[in-house]
């Protein structure tokens, strides 16, 4: 079964629109592991205009499924991760002030850096991924650098399934099939929804792990944080 992990940044996101701790971050985390949840992803950005390095912190006490932080590998992100140690480091290429994530990284021009900074995690005993397009010579350029996964960048499926044309799974059924190859764990994430999930997980050949916050957290105002967990889970299966 491909593992569910549920992005809390919307969260943080509606606590700093009123200021306080309503709604409690924390225990959303520990109320989505206790619906079935089987990760908890965060992706700070440098502003904290949602999560807040802080959080990162108190995160580490209460999750106790897979933790993921994601995000771009500056100075400070790298020392908060190296401190908190999660079970996953999602390596992604934001622009500062970028409103959510926009492309994979050219694990070509970067090998250099993103092999010292895996090197670094990976001592530190973190799991790392990176976050790739679907484009053959990326992942071929993220097996270079020692990841031991890769993620996905899956807007363009999830546009191209909504516009009825099923077709836009085959890139990334061509890199994971060459990702499997590599031994290359694969993640996925951006866009996906409960409306696309069950095909994208169908067509792709040992996907491991899921991330999906902004459709999950959206569909819950309707539908209830429990119920849609556990929806996801379903079609995960």
Request: hydrophobic fraction near 40%; proline fraction near 4%; charged fraction near 20%.
């Amino acid at each position: 079964m491909t593992k569910l992990s549920v992005n809390i940044n919307k969260i943080a996101t509606l606590r700093n629109a009123r200021g306080g701790n309503t709604p409690n971050l924390v225990q959303v985390a520990k109320d989505i592991q206790q619906f079935g949840g089987q990760g908890i992803t965060i992706h700070p950005r440098p502003d904290e205009r949602h999560i807040r390095y802080q959080d990162a912190r108190d995160l580490k006490a209460v999750v106790y499924t897979e933790y993921n932080i994601e995000g771009n590998p500056q100075h400070n992100f790298i020392d908060l991760v190296l401190e908190c140690k999660p079970t996953q480091v999602t390596l992604v290429p934001d622009a500062i002030g970028a409103i959510t994530s926009s492309a994979g990284w050219d694990t070509v021009a970067n090998k250099s850096y993103l092999t010292e900074v895996i090197t670094e995690f990976k001592r530190n005993g973190i799991r790392t991924s990176i976050f790739v397009d679907p484009i053959l010579e990326m992942v071929e350029g993220a097996k270079a650098t020692g990841t031991d996964r890769i993620e996905l960048y899956t807007e363009e499926f999830a546009h191209q399934y909504g516009l009825g044309n099923k077709k836009g799974i085959d890139p990334y059924i061509k890199v994971s099939q060459l990702a499997n190859s590599l031994n290359l764990g694969i993640n996925a994430g951006h866009d996906l929804s409960l409306d696309n999930i069950k095909f994208f997980k169908d067509n792709i050949p040992e996907l491991l792990e899921v991330s999906i916050g902004h459709a999950l957290i959206s569909e819950a105002l309707y539908l209830g944080l429990d119920n849609v967990v556990n929806m996801y889970l379903q079609k995960l299966k």
